[in-house]
């Protein structure tokens, strides 16, 4: 029986619901919401389980990106598969989006990365079975090129043009370049079904959001 999976991604201004069957996709829709999706989503969750017939209990396993991202995007995200797997006594698995973009490369070594504003960005280094290479961190772009490992290096990103002039002149002037979809949900879902599978699914209360950077008010607080 191919067990049914919910899957969203809420942590940037566009993210993404997506509901699975086994390894099929049922659906996945891109979300656009600048001003967050706290008062949209439970919405576009109705009316998803509508269109199909399914029902929220019929859910086998829910997953959501843990981050990084927007602090308040990655909050509304975890508590509302949180919130849905704890009614309906089933198990939760909180995805990283690098890890999720990882899924659309090619090469060995993919080195995932996203705006992380305030002239940084989020990073890290997957290989291709999704065992982490390097950690996921937050530094200026041109920083955290000098951390990655040897050899042949893909990079992805849902858009990565801000940080092709810092490739010049650099080992990774030639590498290749993935432009990842701004829809995750769908590979945040598989990821969860291998993890569900494995008997690494969680119990709600055990999932935590995956920051990398602390909040403002916590730096503000630890300067002061």
């Known amino acids: 029986m191919n ?12 993210g993404s619901v997506a509901l699975l069957e086994g390894e ?48 308040t995007g990655v909050r509304v995200g975890l508590a509302c598969v949180k919130g849905l797997a704890e009614a309906a006594g089933k198990e939760v698995a909180g ?3 690098l890890a999720a973009l990882a899924r659309f490369g090619s090469v060995r070594q993919r080195a995932t990365v996203v705006d992380a504003r305030r002239g940084e960005v ?14 996921e961190t937050v530094s200026s772009f041109s920083k955290w090129l000098d951390t990655l490992p040897g050899g042949e290096i893909e990079f992805i990103s849902p858009d ?8 010049a002149g650099t080992r990774f002037e030639t590498a290749k370049i993935t432009a990842a979809p701004r829809a995750l949900a769908t ?8 993890r569900f599978r494995a008997g690494l699914a969680q119990d709600p209360a055990e999932i935590d959001a995956n920051y990398v950077r602390r909040s403002d008010a916590e730096l503000f607080w630890r300067e002061g």
């Open 160 to 167: 990565f043009s801000p940080y092709l002039g810092a490739l």
């Open 122 to 135: 989020y990073g890290a280094v997957y290989d291709a079975d999704g065992r982490i290479i390097c950690q």
């Open 24 to 71: 099929t996709v049922i659906e996945e829709i891109l979300l656009h919401s600048p001003d967050g999706f706290g008062h949209v989503l439970y919405e576009y969750l109705e009316r998803l389980f509508s269109r199909h017939g399914r029902r929220v209990d019929q859910v086998a396993c829910f997953a959501a990106s843990s981050g990084p991202g927007s602090f």
């Open 3 to 14: 067990e049914l999976i919910l899957s969203l991604d809420t942590t940037h201004e566009f």
């Open 187 to 194: 590979a945040i879902g598989r990821i969860a079904l291998e």
């Open 95 to 97: 995805v990283s989006n």
